[in-house]
């Protein structure tokens, strides 16, 4: 399984950016796939996620501005971000995990840096 994560890029507060995840080896739709962010010094944290039926969770303070979204047919998962802030600012990771016969599986993509302007 590979996860590949894009759509970072440099960006004006008050922007938007859509990041992506594109998976290789499991069906994104039949997983839980979760955004997360780590900023410099900072811990990581989670920022949205969306179930295998469809639910979505957000951080609290990305509510409103933040829409998590799964293509099935592509395969993907995205991560609308609008009315970015500076405080948005940090590598942005996808991470999907579910169970199969092998047990839990976990899997990370490798990072996009979004970086927000004031």
């Known amino acids: 399984v590979q996860l590949q994560a894009s759509g970072g890029g440099l960006v004006q507060a008050g922007g938007s950016l859509r990041l992506s995840c594109a998976a290789s080896?499991?069906?994104?739709?039949?997983?839980?796939v979760d955004w997360y962010r780590q900023a410099p010094g900072e811990q990581r944290e989670l920022v949205a996620g969306?179930?295998?039926?469809?639910?979505?969770n957000y951080v609290d303070s990305v509510k409103g501005r933040f829409t998590i979204s799964r293509d099935s047919a592509e395969n993907m998962v995205y991560l609308q971000m609008n009315d970015l802030k500076p405080a948005d600012t940090a590598v942005y990771y996808c991470?999907?995990?579910?169970?199969?016969?092998?047990?839990?599986?976990?899997?990370w993509g490798q990072g996009t840096l979004v970086t927000v302007s004031s």
């Open positions: 991470n999907t995990h579910y169970y199969d016969d092998w047990g839990p599986q976990n899997y």
């Open positions: 080896g499991t069906k994104l739709s039949r997983n839980a």
């Open positions: 969306i179930t295998e039926s469809g639910k979505t």
